[in-house]
């Protein structure tokens, strides 16, 4: 397996262990493709839920951007509901897991179509 099949399944064994979801494979797997070399840095792989800059650029980068969506207080609304799901305590929140779940809060799978 490559390194970015490894992380998928990485990823899928979070979506499974701490949300109890069972993941969509593609659809992770083309979220994760979609963030690019970010996943192969410790530091960019994850997101600061704390860092309030950090969500506003998820907000920009990832939901107006990537998913074409209209700003609007729904959008942080989206970010922190997928952050309190994911786990306040849980210290590293995936970026590929984050972004896969707010593809499917707002129903924009075809976006990776």
Same mark, same amino acid.
């Given at each position: 397996?490559?390194?970015? #099949? #490894?992380? =998928?399944?990485?990823?899928? +064994? %979070?979506?499974?262990?701490?949300?109890?979801?069972?993941? %969509?494979? %593609?659809?992770?797997?083309?979220?994760?493709? !979609?963030?690019?070399?970010? =996943? &192969?840095?410790?530091?960019? @792989?994850?997101?600061? +839920?704390?860092?309030?800059?950090?969500?506003?650029?998820?907000?920009?980068?990832?939901?107006?951007?990537?998913? !074409?969506?209209?700003? !609007?207080?729904?959008?942080?609304?989206?970010?922190?509901?997928?952050? +309190?799901?994911?786990? /306040? +305590?849980?210290?590293?929140? &995936?970026?590929?897991? $984050? &972004? &896969?779940?707010? /593809?499917?809060?707002?129903?924009? @799978?075809? $976006?990776?179509?």
């Amino acid at each position: 397996m490559s390194k970015r #099949d #490894d992380l =998928i399944a990485k990823y899928a +064994a %979070d979506i499974k262990e701490k949300l109890g979801q069972t993941p %969509d494979m %593609d659809l992770l797997t083309k979220v994760t493709i !979609g963030c690019g070399p970010s =996943i &192969y840095n410790a530091d960019s @792989e994850t997101v600061a +839920a704390s860092d309030k800059e950090e969500l506003e650029r998820v907000k920009t980068n990832f939901l107006i951007k990537k998913l !074409g969506l209209a700003d !609007g207080p729904n959008l942080m609304e989206a970010i922190n509901k997928v952050i +309190a799901d994911y786990g /306040t +305590a849980n210290r590293n929140k &995936y970026r590929p897991v $984050v &972004y &896969y779940l707010l /593809t499917k809060h707002f129903g924009k @799978e075809a $976006v990776y179509g």
